[in-house]
């Protein structure tokens, strides 16, 4: 069974990239990667999904190396709005073994 | 835009009550999930269900039930509150069949029971 892990907290300045790498050494072959951000009193909205290699929206990118262990979500050039916590997602749809493994969030702080 | 709403934010009820949180989705989604999310323990499923009528058990069922009568609506039911069940509740929707498709939540109702 997939488990995610990722760090707690992170810190970066406004205009930086930030990279949030999560750790699922068990994922399985139908699993999706998924991450979500999440402000205070809110709940979590949709960023990006992946399968493998590379994708790109206009808010994030998401890059899956081949052995699909690990994702690393990129923001660019963060402002003080990004501040907030990120979650990481490993789903399947698969049959009888449909399953939601949630990460337990990265805390991000965006200095001025 | 998708909207997700739930029937109160906050929510202070008494050991051995019967609670009901409601969700409504306005997307014609067909599913619909209910967690808790707990400090230090992030978003854990308690039930999801794929159509009307149709439910399947998540992570954390225990002391939990649930009720679609409509497509729009997904009532999370605690039969007995307990104090452990003291917790940030959040619904959220998806419009495909299949559960990693992105998920719409709504504000959360943060329950507290005494």
């Known amino acids: 069974l997939a488990k995610t892990t990722q760090p707690i907290s992170m810190d970066s300045y406004e205009g930086q990239e930030v990279n949030i790498t999560c750790s699922h050494n068990?994922?399985?072959?139908?699993?999706?990667i998924t991450w979500y951000q999440q402000f205070p009193s809110q709940g979590p909205r949709f960023i990006i999904q992946g399968y493998k290699t590379k994708v790109t929206n206009e808010v994030a990118s998401l890059f899956i190396p081949a052995d699909r262990k690990s994702s690393t979500l990129s923001l660019p050039r963060v402002s003080l709005s990004d501040t907030a916590v990120y979650y990481c997602l490993v789903g399947t749809n698969a049959g009888n073994n449909r399953k939601l493994i949630w990460g337990l969030g990265t805390s991000l702080a965006v200095n001025p | 835009d998708v909207k997700v709403t739930q029937s109160s934010r906050y929510l202070v009820k008494r050991t051995g009550e019967k609670v009901f949180l409601e969700c409504v989705q306005d997307?014609?989604?067909?599913?619909m999930f209910w967690y808790r999310q707990d400090p230090g323990l992030g978003l854990r499923l308690i039930y999801f269900?794929?159509?009307?009528?149709?439910?399947e058990k998540g992570d954390i069922p225990e002391g939990y039930s649930v009720s679609r009568e409509k497509k729009e609506r997904f009532s999370l039911i605690l039969e007995s509150a307990s104090t452990n069940q003291t917790s940030m509740y959040l619904c959220?929707?998806?419009?495909?069949?299949?559960?990693?498709?992105?998920?719409?939540f709504g504000p959360g109702t943060r329950l507290t029971v005494t």
């Open positions: 269900s794929y159509d009307v009528k149709m439910k």
């Open positions: 068990n994922i399985a072959t139908n699993d999706y």
């Open positions: 959220a929707s998806s419009y495909r069949q299949g559960i990693t498709y992105e998920q719409y």
């Open positions: 997307m014609d989604h067909e599913n």
